[in-house]
């Protein structure tokens, strides 16, 4: 297994349908659900440990979904609202080091459990025309809504693999 990226890079098909978009929203729909039922009664110690040398930490990883997920929710929401809006990148290391990462993991669930129910809810009206929607990304260039939405999910189950690695779980 590719620890780095242990469920695989992302993988957007060509042509996505709303049938990929119900199925990337059914995963985000349970994650936190998911991501608590696994962190919730963790040890300060367990919060600590990496998925391999010199990654985040499982508290650091929470965070930081809960950060990227805040981040591309906007960026969805400007696709489908502004014509071709250019986007910001964020440092995530430098966020890592604020002091709200300090905080235990639950005010992080908290806000990904308000978001996600709001992408779901947001995906479940979007239509064919609204998929070919975009923002420009100042740094990676043109991303489509159905590639947002794809990432979303992704990014949730990707970091989901690595909290499971470093608490020495099966990942699926």
Same mark, same amino acid.
């Given at each position: &297994?590719?620890?780095?990226? *242990?469920?695989?890079?992302?993988?957007? *098909?060509?042509?996505?349908?709303?049938?990929?978009?119900?199925?990337?929203?059914?995963?985000?729909?349970? @994650?936190? !659900?998911?991501?608590?039922?696994?962190? !919730?009664?963790?040890?300060?110690?367990?919060?600590?440990?990496? @998925?391999?040398?010199? $990654?985040?930490?499982?508290?650091?990883?929470?965070?930081?979904?809960?950060?990227?997920?805040?981040? &591309? @929710?906007?960026?969805?929401?400007?696709?489908? %609202?502004?014509?071709? *809006? %250019?986007?910001? +990148?964020?440092?995530?290391?430098?966020?890592?080091?604020?002091?709200?990462?300090?905080?235990?993991?639950?005010?992080?669930?908290? &806000?990904?459990?308000? &978001?996600?129910?709001?992408?779901?809810?947001? +995906?479940?009206?979007? %239509?064919?025309?609204?998929?070919?929607? @975009?923002?420009?990304?100042?740094?990676?260039?043109?991303?489509?809504?159905?590639?947002?939405?794809?990432?979303? $999910?992704?990014?949730?189950?990707?970091?989901?693999?690595?909290?499971?690695?470093?608490?020495?779980?099966?990942?699926?």
């Amino acid at each position: &297994m590719n620890v780095k990226f *242990p469920i695989g890079e992302l993988q957007v *098909p060509d042509q996505v349908t709303l049938e990929d978009v119900r199925t990337w929203l059914n995963e985000i729909e349970t @994650y936190t !659900d998911r991501l608590r039922d696994t962190v !919730d009664n963790l040890s300060e110690e367990e919060l600590s440990k990496t @998925y391999r040398e010199g $990654s985040f930490t499982v508290r650091q990883l929470v965070h930081h979904i809960a950060d990227s997920q805040l981040n &591309m @929710y906007q960026r969805l929401k400007l696709a489908l %609202t502004d014509d071709a *809006p %250019t986007v910001p +990148g964020f440092d995530q290391e430098k966020w890592l080091e604020l002091a709200d990462n300090s905080l235990p993991v639950e005010p992080s669930i908290r &806000m990904l459990e308000g &978001m996600n129910k709001r992408i779901v809810t947001l +995906g479940h009206s979007l %239509t064919e025309d609204q998929l070919q929607r @975009y923002f420009i990304h100042e740094d990676t260039g043109k991303i489509t809504v159905a590639t947002k939405v794809a990432k979303l $999910s992704w990014h949730e189950e990707h970091h989901f693999a690595h909290i499971k690695i470093a608490l020495g779980m099966e990942v699926k």
